[in-house]
């Protein structure tokens, strides 16, 4: 059973710099592929991207490319997602989601394990 922990959110200045975390435990971490989603307020949450079990691809539906990166360090078992310039539409409840899937895709039913959010506002 893995357990997920995000954190970093909170009240952010649009445009400044933004940088997500998601702590796991109770599995072993460079066997899980880990995406990020996200849920805007009044809607349905979607997918923000996903990194491989060893960091060495990422993907991005075509909204995310270009503002958003991910990426994970397996000596800490911690994924991150970089928001770069982020905008009031940006605001949202952002979670991370893990699976043992090679390969995962963007649906959440790809996903195995959830974390509880973490609530990101930013403010123009």
């Known amino acids: 059973q893995v357990q997920l922990v995000e954190s970093g959110g909170g009240l952010v200045q649009a445009g400044g710099p933004l940088t997500l975390s998601c702590v796991a435990s109770g599995g072993t971490f460079s066997n899980i592929s880990l995406g990020w989603f996200r849920q805007p307020p009044g809607k349905e949450r979607e997918f923000v991207g996903v990194i491989s079990r060893n960091g060495g691809l990422t993907a991005y539906p075509d909204s995310m490319k270009g503002r958003f990166t991910i990426s994970r360090d397996n000596a800490k078992n911690t994924v991150y997602l970089q928001i770069n310039s982020p905008k009031p539409e940006d605001t949202a409840v952002y979670y991370c989601?893990?699976?043992?899937?090679?390969?995962?895709?963007?649906?959440?039913?790809?996903?195995?394990?959830w974390g509880q959010g973490t609530q990101v506002t930013v403010s123009s």
């Open positions: 989601a893990a699976t043992p899937k090679v390969l995962p895709g963007r649906g959440e039913f790809d996903y195995d394990y």
